[in-house]
């Protein structure tokens, strides 16, 4: 336990230097131009591989640097590319929050050196659990109050209310899991590789992998 919540002091001390901060901006403005390029099924559902960059910050600055890199990514896309009159959602913004803190929490410090098949199990947990319970779960369910039906919810289900939301889910659980194989290759080939080029980089420079940023 103690070790978990030192993970997150050492990823809030991180934000502390100034390394961290480039690399963080320059993965960020990655993912803005991955998001950029996303292909737009319906107004609610995107394929997008915009988690490539959130997945890569989670991995080499923890779950406080990638929750809050999740957030200014969400509301600048929102502020920048969103064409539609609905307001800002604070809901789904802790959904967003929610999946980066997973991302950091699981992949912080993985070791493809030592550690591979470890680190590619950590890989699957990680993308699975954001896609089930972040994307599929927590996102259909606030979209679904917010837009769709705003009388549905815990406390008064009704069998038309829940009829309609399963439907409503239906093509978000269709294509989140016919992704989630192919989002699980592309990170177990694209993680090891940035790892391995951050921490040569790092090691020119006289940084150990055991310290921070």
Request: hydrophobic share 50%.
């Amino acid at each position: 336990m103690k070790s978990f919540f030192s993970m997150f002091s050492e990823s809030f001390k991180s934000l502390r230097d100034i390394r961290t901060l480039t690399t963080t901006g320059i993965l960020l403005a990655l993912a803005f131009a991955i998001r950029s390029f996303s292909i737009e099924v319906t107004p609610d559902l995107r394929i997008g591989f915009t988690f490539l960059a959130t997945c890569t910050i989670g991995m080499l600055y923890g779950p406080v640097v990638c929750g809050a890199s999740t957030f200014v990514l969400d509301f600048i896309g929102y502020i920048v590319q969103n064409k539609s009159p609905r307001a800002y959602s604070p809901q789904l913004a802790v959904v967003v929050v929610i999946s980066g803190v997973i991302y950091g929490c699981l992949l912080y410090k993985c070791d493809f050196s030592n550690k591979k098949i470890a680190s590619m199990v950590k890989i699957a947990i990680a993308r699975a659990s954001v896609v089930l319970f972040c994307n599929i779960g927590l996102n259909s369910y606030f979209l679904y109050t917010l837009y769709v039906n705003k009388d549905f919810g815990v406390t008064n289900l009704t069998s038309d209310g829940i009829s309609g939301f399963a439907a409503y889910c239906v093509p978000r659980v269709v294509k989140n899991l016919v992704q989630l194989p192919v989002d699980l290759v592309i990170l177990m080939i694209f993680l090891p590789m940035i790892k391995y080029a951050y921490d040569k980089v790092r090691a020119q420079f006289g940084h150990t992998k055991g310290s921070v940023a």
